[in-house]
T-cell receptor, first 114, second 115 residues
């Protein structure tokens, strides 16, 4: 069964460093999302992406964040200068044209900022 | 804006007992409703969804949820739980918008099934 994959599974970084989280969507999916979950808190929407541009973003998704699909397969989330409060589990989700309202989630990347 | 409240952060239950995980939502527009499950060290998996039609929806592993518009609720139930149902369960809503839209999640309910 096709699945969404994410790398790395765990990333430890120093405050102020840049990180790139990677997601490989299910083949032929066209809608992409990033969510995050700070430990003990809700899963929160960050951004949605379609046709090589951002469809919607939340207040959390400030200028420190960016997304792209650099090679037509990977979908990446970049945090330019990490802060302690960026420590969280980051989930990628993808959706196909036929999957009306069903998003398929990856296993997540746990980001720890020291 | 939308919000989702899951009233119980943890629900302990014995194997073969019934369980109900509660979910209430608030929205100024019509929404679709979802339950996702997260097993340890795995991603979120869709358990069931309500888009329209019958207000009672069922999953393949015995869970069901009923949409109650007047009470703005979408509680998840199972008449007899198994050890393997131990997981975190997330209720979520998505506003009507062509089917491709963000999910707004509740805080999650950790279901612990004991032998």
């Amino acid at each position: 069964e096709p699945e969404v994959t994410q790398t790395p599974s765990h990333q430890v970084t120093q405050m102020g460093q840049e990180v790139i989280l990677r997601c490989v969507p299910i083949s032929n999916h066209l809608y992409f999302y990033w969510y995050r979950q700070i430990l003990g808190q809700k899963v929160e929407f960050l951004v949605s992406f379609y046709n090589n541009e951002i469809s919607e973003k939340s207040e959390i998704f400030d200028d420190q964040f960016s997304v792209e699909r650099p090679d037509g397969s990977n979908f990446t989330l970049k945090i330019r200068s990490t802060k302690l409060e960026d420590s969280a589990m980051y989930f990628c989700a993808t959706q196909g044209l036929a999957d009306y309202n069903e998003q398929f989630f990856g296993p997540g990347t746990r980001l720890t900022v020291l | 804006a939308q919000s989702v409240t899951q009233l119980d952060s943890q629900v302990p239950v014995f194997e073969e007992a019934p369980v109900e995980l509660r979910c209430n939502y608030s929205s100024s527009v019509s929404v679709y409703l979802f339950w996702y499950v997260q097993y340890p060290n795995q991603g979120l998996q869709l358990l069931l969804k309500y888009l329209s039609g019958s207000t009672l929806v069922e999953s393949i592993n015995g869970f069901e949820a009923e949409f109650n518009k007047s009470q703005t609720s979408f509680h998840l139930r199972k008449p007899s739980v198994h050890i393997s149902d131990t997981a975190e369960y997330f209720c979520a809503v998505s506003p009507f918008s062509g089917g491709y839209n963000k999910l707004i999640f509740g805080a999650g309910t950790r279901l612990a099934v004991h032998p």
